[in-house]
């Protein structure tokens, strides 16, 4: 639930986070643009998806953030009073689903298009997760906006299994698919998946603080930290982590590109070469 009040401290902890998320995201979206060259021509799409999906993060952060500053108002000069809810205004947390709706199905398929797996396979994976991802954000909005326990324990239940699923296709399926894939890449990988699991819990956790006895504006200030700090390293980290892999699998392609951009070391060599 929202909060009547925020204390100085309290509201300008959520302002400059809400900043940090809009920096981080947007100068990430420009980078990954930017790196296009740096990678061979066939991963190039993974990391417009990834800069798209920072992209999209970016600019729902710009209206959560003008949302936040509407909502809480002072009469203290120099911003060191208490903050209270403007009247006939209310902090959208739906900015925040709507954002999760568009990127979280895209984290996923900007993995799989990085991999460059067969396409029977990528679009097998790409049917499984795209809809289970964008079913757990749909089955949690209802209970994130609801003041009831057992609405919030029913739908947070709901969103869990599509959850369960995405996690058996990324630990166990897919991992059936990367025995091709050079060891540098198996190992990134591995990382990425472990990066998603833990960013992603931190969802289900703010999720839960008022059924766990936390609330007023001290959980409320927790949840929205948890969930900026979440963003960052599931959308800006993870996408770096996507470039990495790009470049790796350029390189282990491309012998030629790789000496040219200096980073064959430590990359397997390409399969072809190796069985001639």
């Known amino acids: 639930m929202i909060p009547d009040q925020l204390t100085s401290g309290q509201y300008q902890t959520v302002y400059n986070l809400f900043s940090l998320v809009i920096a981080a995201q947007l100068f990430t979206a420009l980078y990954l643009v930017a790196a296009q060259p740096r990678v061979l021509a066939r991963y190039r799409q993974a990391l417009l998806v990834s800069a798209t999906v920072c992209g999209i993060a970016a600019y729902h952060y710009f209206r959560i953030f003008n949302s936040f500053r509407d909502s809480f108002v002072t009469d203290a000069t120099g911003g060191n009073g208490v903050y209270t809810q403007a009247p006939g205004e209310s902090f959208n947390e739906g900015y925040r689903y709507v954002d999760w709706f568009l990127t979280v199905p895209l984290l996923l398929v900007e993995l799989v298009v990085v991999l460059a797996l067969a396409k029977k396979l990528q679009t097998s994976l790409l049917l499984r997760l795209v ?71 931190v969802y289900p956790i703010a999720y839960l603080l008022p059924l766990l006895g936390f609330d007023g504006a001290t959980a409320w200030v927790g949840k929205q930290a948890g969930y900026s700090i979440a963003d960052i390293l599931a959308k800006c980290l993870y996408g770096l982590l996507i470039y990495r892999i790009a470049r790796l699998k350029s390189f282990a392609d491309d012998p030629a590109f790789a000496l040219e951009e200096g980073g064959h070391e430590g990359v397997d060599a390409p399969r072809s070469r190796v069985n001639a």
């Open 131 to 201: 809809p289970a991802s964008a079913l757990m954000i749909l089955l949690g909005y209802p209970g994130e906006i609801s003041d009831s326990d057992a609405t919030r324990n029913i739908f947070g239940l709901l969103s869990t299994i599509p959850f369960l699923y995405i996690l058996f296709v990324l630990f166990v399926e897919l991992t059936r698919s990367l025995d091709r894939q050079p060891e540098t890449v198996r190992n990134t990988v591995s990382k990425m998946r472990i990066l998603l699991f833990a960013t992603w819990g």
